[in-house]
């Protein structure tokens, strides 16, 4: 969860631009990218689209690679892929968020984070991070919780990736991401 909230990074499957975009393999939602949404990605984001198979939930504009649990957040809405699939993550926790069956891991950070237990169901989560049981209305706000959870659990008030290495963070009206070669601040 702390990828979920945290990272915030607007940067999916990336790294670096050095080189023009070549032939690539990137999946998203078991469906091809184009070499045009691919270099549109990459000159939107001033970055380089790795190949591999990732799930991408355009609601929450939450992102992950196939069968782990979400990476980051990126813009929702975008038509990237086709349909995200309720195992994108191989979650096996009855819990539902968009559709997609969150992990044991998503799952143990929304306990910490909320300190309530998570009923097994369905539940939205909007790019928001308005948050509640699909059907109902909204019962929570993600976001503004793992802000003050994780302000108030952290020293430095930075956090990296242990999976793509790009870190974030905050000095209050500042956001900054680094990543290997490239950085931003706004």
Request: with cysteine; aromatic share 12%; hydrophobic share 35%.
């Amino acid at each position: 969860m702390k990828s979920l909230i945290l990272s915030l990074t607007l940067l999916m499957l990336f790294t670096s631009v050095s080189q023009p975009a070549e032939a690539q393999n990137v999946f998203v939602n078991g469906k091809a990218l184009s070499s045009e949404t691919i270099q549109m990605l990459e000159s939107y984001y001033k970055i380089k689209c790795k190949d591999g198979r990732y799930w991408y939930d355009r609601e929450s504009g939450l992102w992950g690679i196939e069968g782990q649990p979400a990476q980051g957040i990126i813009l929702p809405g975008m038509d990237l892929g086709g349909n995200m699939r309720a195992d994108a993550s191989a979650g096996s926790t009855d819990v539902f968020i968009n559709g997609r069956e969150i992990t044991l891991y998503e799952l143990a950070e929304l306990v910490n984070m909320t300190q309530t237990y998570i009923t097994p169901g369905r539940y939205f989560l909007n790019s928001k991070g308005y948050a509640g049981l699909e059907g109902m209305p909204v019962s929570v706000n993600l976001f503004q919780i793992a802000s003050r959870y994780y302000g108030q659990n952290k020293q430095s008030g930075f956090y990296r990736n242990r999976y793509t290495g790009i870190g974030s963070g905050s000095s209050g009206s500042t956001f900054y991401v680094i990543g290997k070669e490239f950085s931003y601040i706004n």
